[in-house]
Nanobody
């Protein structure tokens, strides 16, 4: 059984910062990639950022220069540092991981989602 547990969402004023964390646990052999998606009300879920096991990252154009994704492979944890937040960043943020478990079977896993609200 694999679980992704997120933390770090909340309410922040425009221009503020938040840091999201997502820890994967279970019978994990490897994780590649890990990332974050977000879904605003009435909109589809879109990629925010992803990072592979070597540390190569890619970002949605809307967050480049403001968000930074990182990971700790030893802890099976991915982070999303979000700076200069604006109301358009308001959404439920979901952690994502493509995981190979110890039986060598692979699958896509999602966290439960964490709300980020940017408002004055």
């Amino acid at each position: 059984q694999v679980q992704l547990v997120e933390s770090g969402g909340g309410l922040v004023q425009p221009g503020g910062s938040l840091r999201l964390s997502c820890a994967a646990s279970g019978s994990i052999f490897s994780i590649d990639p890990m990332g974050w998606y977000r879904q605003a009300p009435g909109k589809q879920r879109n990629l925010v950022a992803s990072i592979d096991s070597g540390g190569s990252a890619n970002y949605a154009d809307s967050v480049k220069g403001r968000f930074t994704i990182s990971r700790d492979n030893a802890k099976n944890t991915v982070y999303l540092q979000m700076n200069s937040l604006n109301p358009e960043d308001t959404a439920v943020y979901y952690c994502y991981a493509h995981i190979r478990i110890i039986t060598m079977r692979t699958g896509d896993y999602w966290g439960q989602g964490t709300q980020v609200t940017v408002s004055s």
